[in-house]
């Protein structure tokens, strides 16, 4: 039976990067032999300029019964960015309980990192961000609008079974590779949500002694993905710190469209989603200068999902020749001139 796998190519460079990488992608599976099947959904913001919604009512469920799901990226000029989000990505995240997010970061040979003296593999973390509650809960309010007492309200949910689902995901990814897990929280400010946050890699850690496990502020997180990110291996963190870490790590890593990103549901009840760290990309959005390298990458966590690890392996060795390869054309966030389509060729070809 061939996987069947739906594909939301979304807005601006979304559906540049996903169309252009599809041969990649078909080569790759091709060259080892597993067959797959796509079904095209043209939700996003289109839609909702002329429908009034990013996806169907029932959008879900046409979802539901997919292997897996590839999304590009959302976003509009003409549409608030918490309308195309919470449209679709956070529909679809929160709805099939993707609670998480894994997004690892690597600095390729031939890319140069802004931060001096870092060579290939040096940064080599993976960020475990929680993806379906914390800061980005749907909880709050708005009340007194247009008064000047006006006030919003918008407050961060922990619970119990979204908090260990992402401790535990990352604990076990620690344990495959460094035996390092950092934990970063801001327990000092936020007493309730953060310090029960560390409280759960406390329990959680007892199952796994053998797991050196650190703990930082993500304020000083954040300077050291600048100041040492080589000493990282596994890092555990709220949506909204996760998703903050992650835009650094692509930063030191090169570029923001060599990032890949999975949203997965642990518990295999609901298909998980795959995509490329970015977002729509307004200010190149058309000029058919994206990089596709974040979205192959993403695909090849997808088929590592999947558990057909060879596609994903073919993939990712297509990346890595190609960016080793001086004479290689890349695109001009890495340092090229080349646009969408022929890097993509040329990782088809790399695959043939
Ligand atoms: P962005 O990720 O779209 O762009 C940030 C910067 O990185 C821009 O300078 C852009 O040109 C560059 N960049 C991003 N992807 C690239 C690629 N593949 N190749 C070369 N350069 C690339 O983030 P921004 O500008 O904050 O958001 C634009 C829109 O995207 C907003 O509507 C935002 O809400 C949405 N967004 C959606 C996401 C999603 O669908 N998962 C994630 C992040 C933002
Ligand atoms: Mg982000």
Known sequence: MPYDIAIIPGDGIGTEVVDRSMPVVEAAAGACDVPFETTRYDWGSERYLEEGSMMPEDGLDELRDHDAIFLGAVGHPDVPDHVTLRGLRLRITKGFQQHVCKRPT?????????????????IDFVVYRQNTEGEYADVGGREHRGHDHELAVQSAVFTRHGTETIVRAAFEAATEREGKLTNVTKSNAQAYGMVFWDDVVDEVGEEYPEIEVERLLVDAASMDFVRRPDEFDVLVASNLFGDILTDIGAGISGSMGLAPSTNIDPSGEHPSMFEPVHGSAFDIMGEGIANPIGTVLSWELLWEHLDEPAVGRALRSAVEA???????????????DAGTEEVAEDLRARID
């Open 106 to 122: 690597y600095l390729f040979e031939g890319i140069t990192s802004p931060l001096r003296d870092h060579e290939a593999g040096d």
């Open 322 to 336: 190609q960016l080793a390869d001086a004479d290689a054309p890349r695109t001009p966030d890495i340092g090229g």
